[in-house]
């Protein structure tokens, strides 16, 4: 990628910076001469903090977020809202949220949203186990009261959001979703922080 007259470890590490979201060939040999110029300050710190992770981090069994602990602290926090559940598609939206600072109970991952035209089904979302953890809950007398449809709003995000209402109808839960500040087409991870707050304050009934 970077020419034959770079070294196949040189040519490797722009090969996997490319990878990454928002950085294409030419972005990747820049981020990579950048480390290549720091060692000791930026690539040996940045390569012992990802090999940390690699091996530390994983996916929250009752949430789907991904910390260090499983459950993730979020869902060990005792000053979480337990009657309140915020749906999100992806972990970057949960971090917007609690960037936004606008919502303090528990939260669900979906990983990402149904999609006919990329052959995502319910069974490769975590619908189902976002299905059962409100049924059991409910059946507890500190049950989950409300769950909140974090959607980006975009079509595959509202088709999510009809497909999971329809489903919980039968646990009697109140199902609600972000509504004023939400931009048709905006994600949620793009949004400020206040745009975020006041979806969260305006949301409504489904």
Known sequence: MAGPSVSPEIDRLITLLARLPGLGPRSARRAAL???????????????????????IATCSVCGNVDATDPCNICRAPGRDRTSICVVQDVSDLWAMERAGAFRGTYHVLGGTLSALDGIRPEDLNIASLIGRVANSREQETGVEEVILAMNATVDGQTTAHYITEHLEKTGVKVTRLAHGVPIGGELDYLDDGTIAAAMKSRRLL
């Open 34 to 56: 950048h480390l290549l110029k720091a060692p000791d300050r930026l690539m040996t710190p940045l390569a012992s903090a990802m090999n940390t992770a690699a091996e530390r």
